[in-house]
Structure formats: structure tokens, C-alpha cells
């Protein structure tokens, strides 16, 4: 049993405010209140409102997850790091890239929050996105499976300084192993079982994710499309919570 098993659904549940639209983006913040604490906010939203729904967050204290998704030379990207601490994001991504890249990110990191004197924030390289399959990747040239990718790059990652990885709930338990259980493992693709798939491709159900060595779950429409949004993030967070007391015994 590790620091993260348990920790208790309210806080491993992030949910993803994919719209181009300011007012609801507020909209759903405000109908979850009470029931969830970490908000993942994409290239969309963050383009649309120029950043302002990062303040609306933070005047909630809630926990952001910037999920820009960094990829570039590594001077690029250590300075796109140094910029986004500003606003004091909780974690946030960048592609898993070559080794001097992410160790670029990672050290600015640690020197740019020790400057500041505020919590460095998490980073976590994408491994392979989970709407891909292995015909997709062999369509682009990657040699192998998509399991066996995602273990060399989360490897790499953790060589060069990360904190963890996005990857799928079925490549966790896997990267636990040749990684460490300290290792963050931060999962989307995670569909109730009466949830629709969507354009997902690996996915899992969230009892079964943490099962699996998911760390946090990203869910997006199966909480966002709900008819009721907090019922539908309550009724994850009680499915894990269920779990974790059942491992507690």
C-alpha cells in the first residue's frame, strides 16, 4: 500500500471542462461544487478565454490541471513551463519528447518554484494518447505495441526527471512495475459502465482503473453530458470510495 491507495475519490476524480465557452465552463465548475476538487483545462478552453478560467478556478481553490501538452525544443519548453507557473497550476503535461527536453522542463520546475517559494507543480508526460490504437500508431511508423511504447516512453519520463505520465488504466499496473509506486500515474478514458465509449479506444471503469494502479482519473463527457452533472461525478467518487474502503479491511 502506497501514499496514493487511499486517497479518496473527491480527490482523484479530475474532471475535464472541454468547451470553447467561458459561461459554461463557470457553469459546470459551479454545479460540481462540493463534489470535486481537481478541473483539467485543454488547449480549448485555455485558448478561448486566454487563460482567464485559470483565475476562476483558483478563486474556488480548486485544483488545476493544465493539460497544455508542451512539445518543442527544449529551450521552448522550459521557458512555456517557467510562464505557466505564474499562475501557481497544480499539474500539469507535456509530451514525452527526448531526454534533455523533459529534463529541461522538470529542472526549471524545481528552480522556478524555489524562486517563487511556491509548490513546484506536478509534470506528466503524455505518453500515447489513449484515442490511439496500435493500427494508428503502425500507420505513423512507431515500431510496436502500444503497451510497449507507453513502457519506454514512462521510463524515459522518470529517467529525465517527471513526475509521472497520462496513460491508460491498462498500461498502470505496468508502469507501477518498472517505474516505482511513487510514480503518478494520471489515467483518462475512464467510462462508467453505463457510459457511452465515445472516440476512446482504451478504456476502463473507475474502480477498476484504481485497481489497475490508476493514480487519478480524467473524466470528461460521462460527467460534462451528464442530465446531472454532480450526480454523475458523485456516483464515481462513491464507486471509488467503495473500493478503497474495501481494500482498507
Known sequence: MNNYDLIQGKNRTIVAIDTDEYDKAVKLIDSLEGGVEIFKVGLELYLTTRGKILDYLKKLNKRVFLDLKFHDIPNTMKNAVRSVMKDEVWMMTIHVTDFQSMKACADMAREEAQRLNIDKPIIVGVTVLTSMSNEDLESIGCVGDTKSLVLKRAKLAKEAGLDGVVCSAHEASEIKK????????????????????????????????????????????????????????????????????????
Open 178 to 249: 518498472v517505474c516505482g509506486d511513487d510514480f503518478i500515474t494520471v489515467c483518462p478514458g475512464i467510462r462508467p459502465k453505463t457510459a457511452e465509449v465515445g472516440d476512446q479506444k482504451r478504456v476502463m471503469t473507475p474502480a477498476m482503473a484504481i485497481e489497475n494502479g490508476a493514480n487519478y482519473l480524467v473524466v470528461g463527457r460521462p460527467i460534462t453530458k451528464a442530465e446531472n452533472p454532480r450526480q454523475a461525478a458523485d456516483n464515481i467518487n462513491a464507486e471509488i470510495d467503495a473500493y478503497i474502503n474495501e481494500i482498507k479491511k
